[in-house]
């Protein structure tokens, strides 16, 4: 089983829950997400008719343990170091900060326990105004800068994005099989080519990113904290997510690296950030087909121009 959708499965859930953080008589609810993953579940724990937690529960061969562990470790180190206000983690009774649900089949799927806040159980309104993104920009920057300097314990581990994960036939991307005419697969695949060049001679990718912030900020909260390792550019084409088509994209960029700079941002590659925001639209193209002719107007402004965000 790699879904939490029957009543049984609720039942040993809630069991696995109150067994490994010590709560009795505890109910669970799902909460709204805006990007879940397959098979991952978030989930509102009440104890006594009160909320307790938010609970996150990933599926078998998700991710490994440590690599969950290690997110919480950075989100951890950001909270402490003042650079963001973030969740509190609650610790299983063992003391550690990730918990380890079997279920009846012996599966054992991968939990985080967070002090419960409306502002995690609700789904953000993401910002897509001028001051919003100026906002993300210098958020980015102080994220950027502790990155730069923190020292992540020795087992440590995140994933390297790969430029064959970004697009092509080895991503999973799959933009082409959406049924749009020959012109549009014609403009949309020269426009891969041309971004996964810039991409390819942008060097390792070296920094510890968040890489979703748009949908990850509400108020002055980070609420989720998943990150990896690559572009720094890749902050801001996150902030630009489902934006990139707007009349008044550069505008919203401009205002995302004025936040940038005066977060003291290191410079950033203008041609880099642009080539990964088209990637980033022909993402979000592959799982909704009704974003096509803005994507192709995206794709038609980055070919003539490949610093087109920001020109």
Do not use: K
Not at 18 to 34: I, K, V
Not at 80 to 91: K, M
Not at 105 to 123: K, M, Q
Not at 177 to 193: K, P
Request: a negative charge; glycine letters at 10%; hydrophobic letters at 45%.
């Amino acid at each position: 089983m790699t879904t939490i959708t029957t009543a049984a499965a609720r039942d040993w859930l809630a069991a696995g829950i109150a067994e490994t953080w010590g709560w009795p008589d505890l109910s669970l609810r799902r909460a709204p997400q805006e990007r879940a993953h397959p098979g991952e579940l978030l989930a509102v724990v009440s104890v006594d008719g009160l909320p307790r937690a938010i609970t996150r529960v990933l599926p078998p061969g998700r991710i490994s343990v440590t690599a969950v562990e290690s997110e919480v470790a950075w989100m951890q180190a950001l909270g402490a170091d003042g650079v963001v206000r973030v969740p509190r983690v609650l610790e299983t009774l063992t003391g550690t900060a990730v918990g380890v649900l079997e279920s009846p089949r012996g599966a054992r799927w991968t939990a985080v326990s967070l002090a419960y806040e409306p502002e995690i159980a609700t789904p953000p309104t993401a910002p897509g105004d001028a001051a919003g993104l100026r906002s993300l920009g210098t958020l980015a920057a102080r994220l950027h800068a502790h990155a730069r300097s923190w020292q992540p314990p020795s087992w440590f581990r995140r994933p390297t994005v790969e430029l064959t994960e970004l697009a092509g036939p080895t991503s999973g991307v799959g933009w082409e099989d959406i049924g749009l005419s020959t012109t549009a697969l014609n403009v949309l695949g020269t426009a891969q080519e041309e971004a996964l060049d810039v991409v390819s001679w942008a060097g390792e990718a070296s920094g510890l990113v968040h890489g979703d912030l748009r949908e990850a900020m509400t108020g002055d909260l980070l609420r989720s904290f998943e990150c990896r390792w690559t572009w720094w550019e890749q902050d801001l084409a996150g902030s630009m997510s489902g934006l990139e088509a707007e009349i008044g994209a550069p505008s919203l960029a401009a205002a995302w690296l004025a936040g940038y700079a005066e977060g003291d941002g290191a410079p950033l590659d203008l041609r880099l950030a642009g080539a990964l925001v088209m990637l980033h639209r022909l993402g979000l193209l592959a799982g909704d087909p009704d974003l096509a002719d803005g994507t192709l107007d995206v794709a038609t402004r980055f070919l003539r121009s490949p610093t087109w965000l920001v020109d």
